[in-house]
Each structure stands twice: as C-alpha cells, then as structure tokens.
C-alpha cells in the first residue's frame, strides 16, 4: 500500500469585504488646508460626505493624510499661539489714517498700540505656568477628626 503524499492547498485570496473607499489622493490636501482653518474631524467629515469615524480611519491608516491633517493643525495652533502672546504683551502695527483735505483725501501713516490684554496674560500663564496660576487652590487641614458610628432602626409600621 502506498501513501499518499500531503499535499498544500493554495489559500485564496480573501475577498474584501464592505464598500470601496471613497479616499482619493487629493483629500491629503484639501484636509490640510481645512485643518489651517480650525476644521475638526466632524467638519472634515461633513466636507468630504464621509462619517467621523471614516475621517478617524483615514487618520489612522494613510500616511499622508494624516500627515497633512496634523501639518494644517499645528499650523494653525502656532498662529494662535502667537496671536494669543501678542495680546498678552501688547502690540503695534503701522496704519494709515485717512482724511478730508478741502475735498482732497489725506494719507497719514501712524503707529496703533495695542495695551496688554489681562485676560489673554491670564490665559496664557493657566495654561503655560499650570502649577503656579491655576485657580485650584490646595487646601490641608490639620486637627483630629472624629467619626461617630450612627445606627438606624427601622420601624414598621403595620406592628
């Protein structure tokens, strides 16, 4: 009696399953430049007709898309950043101040200051100098404290 020899089936390929995507290369740009905005992940997802949870796939699974989303995001949160400092410091920029010359208008470049903004310092160090600006103070309390045991009975009423 002869044996048979095992041999090795060949695995197919496993079909995919669910709905193509519908990501084309071009969103990694249009998300960037969404993201240069402020757009969350639900707004990107209502500009591109996709649900969230298809924008967080994205995010998690392509490369450049999400590369582009998080370039668009610090972007973004570094003009803030910077905006936010300038108000907490105070600032200038040159403008023109325009008048009415008998008729003629009058160009008269000026300097506009911009005094410190106290909310925007106060926002600034909360969130930079946690430990030392934080509106959450530490209370310790010292003493003896007494824990008295309280019993309850309950009565019913039908005896």
């Not at 590369?67 to 668009?72: F, H, P, R, S």
Request: glycine residues 6%; contains cysteine.
């Amino acid at each position: 009696m002869t044996k048979k020899k095992p041999t090795l089936k060949k695995k197919k390929a496993k079909a995919k399953v669910g709905r193509p995507t519908s990501y084309k290369d071009a969103y990694a740009e249009q998300a960037r430049k969404l993201c240069l905005l402020g757009a969350t992940n639900a707004e990107l997802a209502t500009f591109f007709d996709v649900a969230t949870s298809t924008v967080d796939k994205w995010i998690a699974e392509r490369l450049e898309f999400s590369g582009a989303v998080k370039e668009g995001r610090a972007v973004a949160d570094a003009q803030v950043g910077e905006r936010l400092y300038q108000r907490a410091i105070g600032y200038s920029h040159a403008e023109d101040k325009i008048f009415n010359n008998n008729g003629a208008p009058l160009i008269v470049p000026t300097t506009k200051h911009y005094p410190p903004d106290t909310a925007a310092c106060i926002f600034w160090l909360k969130n930079r100098q946690r430990d030392k600006w934080r509106d959450r103070l530490d209370h310790e309390h010292s003493g003896e404290v007494k824990i008295t045991k309280i019993e309850t009975t309950i009565v019913d009423p039908k005896n």
